[in-house]
């Protein structure tokens, strides 16, 4: 109000009264007719209302000379194009109607064009005249101001910044009333603005000649703004006088500014580009509004006799108008004068969206740039590998758990994720758990200039993880390829370390020319590990828990309770590690260093890597008696922590000999001595090394080069092998299926249809056909499943022994009946089909749904049994021959194992609250105990060797990168002799060739195998009674070169042998002092024996009709009554009485 | 003869130009009324009062001061206090007694008083503008006859010196909107009429040519 009375008072008081008083008589004079008085007064009491402008005795205001000015050009100009753009149409019409009106319509255009010369746009009018100089005209003013060369980018440089000058100019001016007079020589600003906005003129004419379409020119933002600003500084000086008016319209070039820099190449990322853009709209947007504001509200409305007005500076209108923007609208500023609330009414609906929109665009820009750019930079002394691929918090955690684990002795390695989404909020939670190690980089590994950024030259490794879970495992293999060839074609000296889904893909791999597996390069193929794992544990029940235990990484947890947890968890806790073996065991044979590992050291020693020649290093599983060691072998022990190991290393006779703690033994002073009091002993012992090989060799080949014309094994020696045969032969009907396959065989159910995608069922049958079985002691395997899907598979299963087929649901019992699922020796479930579904608890239903139906399933032979085992008392005995016992058992192992989807699963609820993953692995084993949330490995299933899920071969990422030993040790243990010979031969061609048997072939067979042992069975019956651990692994190995190296143990842990618990858990490689109870079973590595061959099908025969027997009388086979036994072991008993 | 396929978009230049044309009517049917309310009818409220012949009766100056707000450059304002000079007239019209005013703003801004000077930081200053008024008034103003402005309805105790506004505001209030309207129908026809010609053009051009 206040400042409403300032401006009407003096508008009115100063001189109205007073002056007044000098014409009042005339006035009344006027009022009176008969006086007939002049009618000036109302002019001067015009005047009387514009005391604001000094300049003028007039005294009026111009403000709308100045909007006209700016209005009429702007329209004017406009109208005139428009009419030159009709009338030459009309022309042309015309033209074509008759050449009679040519000569007028050439004239008309020229009238327009004296008309407009006025608005500089001459040139263009001129086109019918002479249009060659007009488009050299064109062409010149184009190339001036085009930012292509450097004049017209200084050009359009120096226009930006005198445009900026000249809002500067305009914030100078605005603090002077809005309608001013001031002395153009005098006024400093005004002179400056003058030079600018004639620069603007040149620069608009330019422009106005450059362009192709004079409409659009018009119509163009910086066009307006120009008629709206240029005209009226020009009109002031003329007329003396300058009105403040729409200069602030200035502020609309600001706009520009992301163009101008564009220019410039400053701005090159889009994120910069469109932050600029942002923030300049904005910016002009609100700086406009404000000057529109500050115009209006300082002069008022124009029928109120502008005394409406209030003086608000700029700076507080700028203020309003955020504050109005903003919906804040605290009212201490309002405008007041009816078009500034019009003006508000309309800007606000535009404002408010755009603040709306803007503000949070501009603040997320510029709060999530740079938060995972930059480049990493390299910690001195410390290594760094970059990890790539499928970057999710379960397989990061997985990884980081396993990786970052305390038992490994010196992580000195930065991890550096490379991915090109943000990590979502728990994932960034996690990274910042393991700050000091984990760095993450968001980028693609596609682009080399992320690659750069991470200096993936310089890093150690690069790990790429792939997504298990992907509903298309092809096409996940195949962007993987394409991360392996891009960091390849990048430096292809870096080693990389990647996970494949399917066997197939990894052909693809080894084709990449720098792809060097000697190098340290491995691909992990996770179906073939899988497969391979159930594959083994075909062999041995429960090796897939415990190779799965021993490769990742988990610290021993103390129970005191005298629960099986307590073994088991003593057992998880072992890994594999390598070292290098002291000199003081050079020279002795492998068993004998085994031994004196066990014994002396704590430590396991399962292979070595041998050097046979001077670049060939082979890894030795166990190689027997015939190898003695040498010089600086490396070995892979199985042991608690790496600490354990160094003691490998360091181990000297003289000074150790007779410590009894292991843990004493620390780095000795007498290293040099021993050394040199073995070195001319070592050499010996390499010879008679060399000679013991040959020696073996010698003994072997004799034996088994029997039919050496027939292919027997395929070209590398490695596998079974026989000439591929069609799948119609491999197909039985129910009949003959029962008639096949008796007993001892294994099934593979296989859930799956014709779009399934491919398992490689290869991988299961390699392992099972591996060239150190005999013939007779291969398993028949038989498939239960879908033809069509088979058929898909075939090709690469045509080649090997014993394979068949049922074709036929495997969830029909008819169809389990014929293939006497009952005496098998292992039932293993497969599914195929990938569930893209969202529930993940239905995505093992088919597996589930399988397993359980053969659980339930009742056979008349057992039913006995199966009624007197629900009682409880079931004798151990019975164990061959009763499904329930030892079959099913195995059977709801397998299912839980096999079921791709339930080990995808499991994986996936893994870590975290696993509802659905416990959910799953109840449903296999229905009368288990274990919390909702316990870890997989802690599971019972898993314990028993009856839950195997694929996220356990995460932890072999990690095994592999610390050491590559481990990953081929545990190929060659799982696929049963998998070399890059064979992958190499697999990537030229999709099957296996067949070989004939040469005496190089024919060594290859010498290699170990796993098998489990019954410990109330073999020789080792004795110790099976109250006997410990250690005796028996010294007896084993010295007496039969068997390295033991777990035991399967009844659940309940029972003294005597009668209990009616049948489930059994996995005890990793169990201390010396263990005390072995005799339902025990042990996992050891056994020799290859080329005798056996010979009369192997009779004594497999006869210990088959045995094990009938025993099936059926429920009697007492073998030396203990009533003790459990199976295949193998008996096998193996028989064979070991036959040494 | 193939038929000749013809673009009857609008180019980008031509659809703001129709946009232009179409929000200038827009602008000018929305600022008729706006004048209309904001202009027009103040003004015709105040030409509701009628001319009539007033004689001064009584002059006088009320001891109570008010404030008045000056100015003393940017951001510089204070109060001041200026006496109340009260004019009393007659009027021809209802043949009573009102105050006179200068016109309606000064009614608005102070009732009270006849005049309200201009606000000087001065406040004797404004005394004696006032003092020589009411000296004027009382000495050679007094049964002196003028037109005043007498407006029964609505201020039936005050008469005005002066109406504010007069016919000149009509005249405005349709203009200004009755320009924008035609200048943007015109454009409007002219954007049209050029491309519906150029369309014919090249229709023309091409049957020419093929």
């Known amino acids: 109000m206040s400042s409403k009375g300032s401006n009407m008072i003096p508008s009115e008081g100063g001189n109205l009264w007073p002056d007044n008083g000098a014409f009042l008589p005339r006035k009344m004079a006027k009022g009176n007719p008969k006086r007939g008085y002049s009618p000036k007064s109302q002019m001067e009491i015009l005047i009387l209302y514009l005391p604001d402008i000094p300049c003028d005795e007039s005294g009026q205001r111009m403000w709308w000379v100045f909007l006209a000015t700016s209005l009429v050009t702007f329209f004017g100009g406009l109208v005139i194009i428009l009419l030159w753009r009709a009338l030459v149409y009309i022309w042309t019409v015309c033209c074509q109607c008759g050449n009679k009106e040519k000569a007028q319509s050439i004239d008309i255009p020229t009238e327009v064009a004296h008309d407009s010369n006025e608005d500089g ?140 820099l564009q220019f410039l190449n400053i701005l090159q990322t889009s994120d910069s580009i469109k932050l600029v853009n942002l923030c300049s709209v904005f910016l002009s947007t609100w700086l406009t509004g404000a000057g529109f504001i500050h115009l209006v509200e300082n002069s008022g409305d124009p029928w109120e006799n502008f005394e409406n007005s209030q003086s608000l500076s700029y700076w507080e209108c700028v203020y309003l108008i955020m504050v109005t923007m903003s919906t804040v609208g605290y009212g201490d500023l309002y405008a007041q004068t009816d078009l500034g609330r019009i003006f508000m009414v309309f800007f606000i609906l535009g404002g408010l969206a755009m603040f709306a929109h803007y503000v949070p665009e501009i603040a997320a820009l510029i709060l999530n740039r740079q938060k995972y750019g930059g480049s990493y930079d390299l910690t001195p002394g410390k290594k760094h590998i970059v990890v790539c691929g499928n970057i999710t918090l379960e397989s990061v955690s997985n990884f980081l758990k396993d990786f970052l684990h305390e038992d490994r002795d010196d992580v000195n390695v930065e991890i550096v994720f490379l991915h090109h989404t943000e990590p979502n909020l728990e994932l960034e939670a996690l990274f910042k758990r393991h700050f000091t190690q984990v760095v993450f980089f968001q980028g693609s590994i596609q682009n080399p200039f992320d690659l750069a950024r991470v200096k993936i030259e310089l890093a150690d490794a690069c790990l790429i993880i792939a997504n298990k879970y992907s509903s298309d495992p092809d096409a996940e293999d195949a962007s993987n390829i394409m991360r392996v060839i891009s960091i390849k074609n990048y430096n292809s000296n870096i080693r990389i370390i990647t996970q494949m889904l399917q066997y197939h893909n990894k052909a693809h791999l080894l084709n990449i020319p720098s792809w060097n597996w000697r190098e340290g390069d491995d691909a992990i193929c996770l179906a073939e590990l899988k497969l391979g794992f159930i594959a083994q544990s075909c062999l041995a029940q429960g090796l897939s828990t415990m190779l799965a235990n021993l490769f990742s990484m988990r610290s021993s947890i103390q129970i005191e309770e005298e629960i099986w947890q307590k073994y088991y968890l003593e057992g998880v806790s072992q890994e594999m590690y390598t070292d290098y073996l002291s000199s003081s065991f050079v020279g002795l044979s492998f068993p004998e260093v085994c031994e004196l590992c066990f014994v002396k050291l704590n430590l396991l020693l399962i292979a070595i890597e041998f050097k046979s020649h001077e670049r060939n290093i082979n890894m030795m599983i166990n190689p ?139 991988n299961l049958v390699m392992p099972l056909r591996a060239s150190n079985f005999h013939y007779h002691e291969l398993k028949h395997i038989i498939f239960v499943g879908s033809l069509d899907y088979l058929k898909k598979e075939w090709d690469t299963l ?123 692995v109840q449903y296999l084993d229905q009368d288990d105990d274990d919390d909702p949330d316990t870890e997989l490995y802690l599971t019972q299933p898993f314990a028993c060797g009856a839950a195997f899920a694929v996220s356990v071969l995460d932890s072999l990422m990690s095994a592999t990168y610390f050491n590559d030993n481990i990953l081929t040790l545990i190929r060659t243990l ?49 110790l099976g009674e109250g006997g410990l651990y250690g005796d028996l692994f010294c007896k084993a190995m010295k007496t039969y070169n068997m390295l033991c190296f777990g035991i399967y143990r009844l659940l309940d842990m029972p003294r005597t042998t009668e209990t009616g618990c049948t489930k059994r858990f996995v005890i990793t490689t169990p201390p010396y002092d263990l005390e072995l109870i005799p339902t025990d079973k042990v996992f050891c590595l056994m020799q290859f024996d080329p005798t056996r061959g010979q009369f192997g099908n009779t004594l497999s025969h006869s210990s088959r009709s045995s094990y009938n027997s025993s099936k059926k009388t429920s009697a007492s086979v073998g030396s203990c009554n009533s003790q459990p036994k199976c295949y193998e072991p008996c096998d193996n008993q028989k064979y070991l009485e036959q040494l | 003869m193939a038929k000749t396929r013809v673009s009857y978009e609008y180019s980008e230049a031509e659809d703001k130009s129709i946009r232009l044309g179409l929000f200038l009517i827009v602008c000018g049917i929305v600022s008729l009324f706006i004048l209309c309310f904001c202009w027009l009818s103040p003004t015709l409220q105040s030409m509701q009062s009628k001319p009539a012949n007033c004689t001064v009766i009584s002059v006088r100056r009320l001891e109570e001061r008010f404030e008045c707000v000056f100015t003393c450059g940017a951001d510089c304002k204070g109060t001041s206090l200026y006496p109340c000079l009260q004019i009393f007239v007659n009027n021809s019209e209802s043949n009573s007694i009102a105050l006179l005013h200068y016109d309606e703003q000064q009614l608005v801004l102070n009732p009270k008083c006849s005049y309200v000077p201009k606000c000087e930081r001065d406040n004797q200053k404004m005394r004696e503008d006032v003092i020589r008024l009411q000296h004027y008034w009382s000495e050679e103003g007094s049964n002196q006859t003028f037109t005043c402005f007498f407006n029964p309805q609505r201020r039936p105790d005050d008469v005005l010196w002066q109406r504010s506004h007069d016919a000149s505001v009509l005249l405005h209030c349709v203009l200004w909107p009755m320009v924008s309207l035609l200048v943007g129908t015109l454009i409007v026809l002219l954007t049209v009429c050029a491309r519906s010609l150029a369309v014919r053009a090249e229709a023309i051009q091409k049957r020419k040519f093929s």
């Open chain 1, 798 to 920: 045509s080649n090997f022994p014993k394979v068949s087929i049922l074709p036929g649901s495997p969830l029909s019992r008819a169809n389990l009946r014929a293939v006497n699922i009952n005496l098998c020796d292992m039932c293993v479930i497969l599914s195929a089909n990938q569930n893209t579904g969202d529930d993940t608890s239905m995505q093992d239903k088919e597996s589930i749904l399988g397993s359980l139906n053969i659980q339930s399933m009742r056979f008349e032979d057992t039913i006995g049994l199966l009624q007197a085992n629900s009682h409880g008392f079931v004798p151990l005995g019975m164990d061959r021959s009763s499904f329930e016992n030892s079959s099913v058992h195995g059977l709801m192992r397998q299912s839980v194992t096999m079921g791709s989807n339930i080990l995808t699963e499991l994986g996936t609820i893994l870590p975290v609250v696993s509802i659905v993953n416990d959910g799953n």
């Open chain 1, 974 to 1022: 799982v696929t049963g002799g998998s070399t890059p010979e064979l992958e190499s031969l697999l990537g030229e061609e999709n099957t296996l060739r067949g070989g004939y048997s040469t005496p190089e072939t024919l060594v290859k067979r010498d290699r170990c195998h796993v098998t489990q042992v019954a410990l109330c069975e073999g020789p080792f019956a004795e």
């Open chain 1, 624 to 762: 027997g008696r015939h190898v003695k060691l040498q010089e600086k072998t490396l070995g892979i022990f199985i042991a608690g922590d790496a600490k354990e190991v160094k003691r490998a290393s360091v181990y000297c006779k003289a000074c150790h000999d007779d410590i009894t703690d292991p843990k004493l033994i620390k780095k000795c002073g007498c290293k040099r001595l021993t050394e040199s009091a073995l070195s001319s002993m070592k050499k010996r012992q390499k010879e008679g090394m060399r000679d013991s090989i040959n020696f073996s060799k010698n003994t072997s080949q004799p034996v088994d080069t029997m039919d050496d014309n027939v292919k027997r094994f395929d070209s590398t020696g490695m596998f079974h092998w026989c000439p591929s045969r069609d799948i119609d032969m491999a197909v039985l009907t129910r009949s003959e299926a029962s008639m096949t396959v008796v007993s001892g065989h294994v099934v593979v159910c296989i859930f799956g249809d014709v779009n399934s995608a491919v398992m490689g069922l290869r």
């Open chain 1, 121 to 260: 746009e001459e040139e263009d009018q001129e086109v019918e005249v002479a249009s060659d100089w007009m488009t050299s005209l064109k062409a010149w003013a184009g190339v001036m101001i085009c930012a292509q060369n450097s004049t017209g980018r200084m050009l359009v440089v120096l226009v930006f910044i005198l445009s900026i000058g000249g809002l500067v100019i305009y914030l100078i001016d605005s603090s002077d009333p809005i309608e001013s007079c001031p002395d153009f020589r005098t006024d400093f600003t005004l002179q400056v603005d003058m030079v600018f906005n004639i620069f603007f003129l040149v620069y608009f004419g330019l422009r106005f000649i450059a362009a192709n379409d004079k409409l659009k020119f018009w119509l163009d933002l910086n066009s307006i703004v120009d008629f709206f600003t240029v005209p009226p500084v020009f009109l002031s000086m003329y007329l003396n006088r300058s009105w403040l008016g729409l200069r602030f319209l200035r502020a609309l070039r600001l706009i520009q500014i992301s163009e101008i």
